[in-house]
């Protein structure tokens, strides 16, 4: 009994021990990290002319000169991370002078030699200065680096790093390969990564659309979106035709946004494929579009003969506010047959939606809405008699 007891007490003084000196080195390092700051600090103001000369001599053609003086190890990566910050900052020349002020400092080689030696998370740290730096020489290491580790939040700075530096559009493939290769939904993410390189859009971003790999390819979508690239018009179109259908109907609503002034043009040819998907893809699209434009095209499409494609249709048509409402409207007094069964279908689907709706702008909407359908139907109720059969069948095919 009295053993046990000396052991626990002896376990007790240990486990106090050890957390005596955690402490102690926690505090240790908070001292060493504050002394630090205030070198930094201190630094700064000392080399505060020299930043001075370099911001102000950018625009001339003359070589940058190095800092005078023998540097201590703190000084000189204080002096690169604020090369990488201006070059981060700045674009062209300016940039370009910046990047080759790396490479006469010695930056550069200092962190490839880090990068082949160092502890992964240092390696992780290296890889970050090296993107600022847009070391392209650094590209074959860090894509070794990328392909030989697990997953992991650490992987998104080195495919950053290997974007910024990357002077050839296969680099950026491989490296999306590589990041896709652990089967996560970060296509946006990387998306986002992709924008970081200096590359040329016009033939970076078609190769990612034209990839093989439908990761890719959604990246590719992802990068596209928001953007006037006139490159990938023709990658987009053939996506259009492509049997996945998450990347077609991306296609089609790319294809079709990306130059508003040709949607309608570009709308018509795609209604004229003879697979029902794209065009099931194109009328959903040009009610996301929401364009007035579009209201004849999407009236002509309820006689399609896809019941898909009509029920799409009716539901693009609410979708473009009160002109498209009335175009529906039109088509239920109107129209005949299939095309005035699909109006028939949404009108009603439409207002039962309406009267859920408490916000004071949908009440309004919904009121517009019920004045259109009084002025051409009265008081009398659209609802149909029949049911889906009305439609041409299951329009969920």
Same mark, same amino acid.
Request: a positive charge; one cysteine or more; glycine letters at 6%.
């Given at each position: 009994?009295?053993?046990?007891?000396?052991?626990?007490?002896?376990?007790?003084?240990?486990?106090?021990?050890?957390?005596?000196?955690?402490?102690?080195?926690?505090?240790?390092?908070?001292?060493?990290?504050?002394?630090?700051?205030?070198?930094?600090?201190? $630094?700064?103001?000392?080399?505060?002319?020299?930043?001075?000369?370099?911001?102000?001599?950018?625009?001339?053609?003359?070589?940058?000169?190095?800092?005078?003086?023998?540097?201590?190890?703190?000084?000189?990566? %204080?002096?690169?991370?604020?090369?990488?910050?201006?070059?981060?900052?700045?674009?062209?020349?300016?940039?370009?002078?910046?990047?080759?002020?790396?490479?006469?400092?010695?930056?550069?080689?200092?962190?490839?030699?880090?990068?082949?030696?160092?502890?992964?998370?240092?390696?992780?740290?290296?890889?970050?200065?090296?993107?600022?730096?847009?070391?392209?020489?650094?590209?074959?290491?860090?894509?070794?680096?990328?392909?030989?580790?697990?997953?992991?939040?650490? %992987?998104?700075?080195?495919?950053?790093?290997?974007?910024?530096?990357?002077?050839?559009?296969?680099?950026?493939?491989?490296?999306?390969?590589?990041?896709?290769?652990?089967?996560?939904?970060?296509?946006?993410?990387?998306?986002?990564?992709?924008?970081?390189?200096?590359?040329?859009?016009?033939?970076?971003?078609?190769?990612?659309?034209?990839?093989?790999?439908?990761?890719?390819?959604?990246?590719?979508?992802?990068?596209?979106?928001?953007?006037?690239?006139?490159?990938?018009?023709?990658?987009?179109?053939?996506?259009?035709?492509?049997?996945?259908?998450?990347?077609?109907?991306?296609?089609?609503?790319? $294809?079709?946004?990306?130059?508003?002034?040709?949607?309608?043009?570009?709308?018509?040819?795609? %209604?004229?494929?003879?697979?029902?998907?794209?065009?099931?893809?194109?009328?959903?699209?040009?009610?996301?579009?929401?364009?007035?434009?579009?209201?004849?095209?999407?009236?002509?499409?309820?006689?399609?003969?896809?019941?898909?494609?009509?029920?799409?249709?009716?539901?693009?048509?609410?979708?473009?506010?009160?002109?498209?409402?009335?175009? *529906?409207?039109?088509?239920?007094?109107?129209?005949?047959? *299939?095309?005035?069964?699909?109006?028939?279908?949404?009108?009603?689907?439409?207002?039962?939606?309406?009267?859920?709706?408490?916000?004071?702008?949908? %009440?309004?909407?919904?009121?517009?809405?019920?004045?259109?359908?009084?002025?051409?139907?009265?008081?009398?109720?659209?609802?149909?008699?029949?049911?889906?059969?009305?439609?041409?069948?299951?329009?969920?095919?």
């Amino acid at each position: 009994m009295i053993a046990h007891l000396t052991l626990a007490y002896v376990f007790i003084y240990i486990c106090l021990g050890l957390i005596g000196i955690g402490i102690i080195l926690l505090f240790q390092m908070k001292l060493a990290h504050n002394r630090e700051l205030r070198n930094i600090d201190r $630094y700064e103001k000392k080399h505060r002319d020299y930043f001075v000369y370099i911001q102000s001599h950018l625009e001339e053609d003359a070589v940058l000169q190095l800092p005078l003086g023998k540097l201590t190890k703190l000084e000189r990566r %204080m002096i690169q991370l604020k090369y990488i910050e201006w070059i981060e900052a700045f674009k062209g020349d300016h940039r370009r002078k910046l990047i080759q002020l790396c490479h006469d400092s010695g930056f550069v080689q200092e962190d490839l030699k880090l990068l082949r030696r160092a502890s992964y998370g240092k390696r992780v740290e290296v890889a970050y200065r090296l993107g600022g730096m847009r070391a392209g020489e650094a590209v074959p290491e860090l894509l070794h680096l990328m392909q030989r580790r697990k997953y992991n939040p650490l %992987m998104i700075v080195i495919a950053r790093a290997i974007a910024k530096s990357s002077q050839q559009p296969k680099d950026v493939l491989h490296m999306l390969r590589s990041l896709l290769s652990h089967n996560k939904p970060i296509h946006a993410l990387a998306a986002d990564i992709v924008t970081e390189s200096s590359l040329d859009s016009g033939i970076l971003y078609p190769m990612l659309l034209e990839d093989a790999d439908p990761g890719i390819v959604q990246v590719g979508m992802a990068v596209t979106r928001g953007r006037t690239v006139p490159e990938v018009m023709p990658a987009l179109k053939r996506l259009t035709g492509t049997k996945k259908q998450s990347l077609r109907e991306e296609a089609v609503q790319l $294809y079709l946004g990306t130059y508003p002034a040709l949607h309608q043009d570009a709308a018509i040819r795609l %209604m004229k494929d003879s697979s029902w998907e794209v065009r099931a893809a194109t009328v959903r699209s040009l009610g996301m579009l929401g364009v007035e434009d579009s209201i004849d095209l999407l009236t002509e499409a309820l006689r399609d003969s896809s019941s898909k494609v009509r029920y799409l249709s009716a539901e693009s048509l609410s979708a473009i506010g009160e002109s498209g409402f009335e175009a *529906l409207c039109r088509v239920a007094r109107n129209g005949k047959g *299939l095309q005035r069964d699909a109006a028939l279908e949404r009108i009603e689907i439409v207002l039962a939606q309406e009267t859920e709706h408490s916000a004071l702008e949908h %009440m309004v909407a919904y009121n517009k809405k019920r004045l259109l359908h009084t002025r051409y139907f009265g008081n009398k109720s659209t609802q149909r008699i029949v049911g889906k059969k009305a439609l041409g069948g299951d329009y969920t095919a």
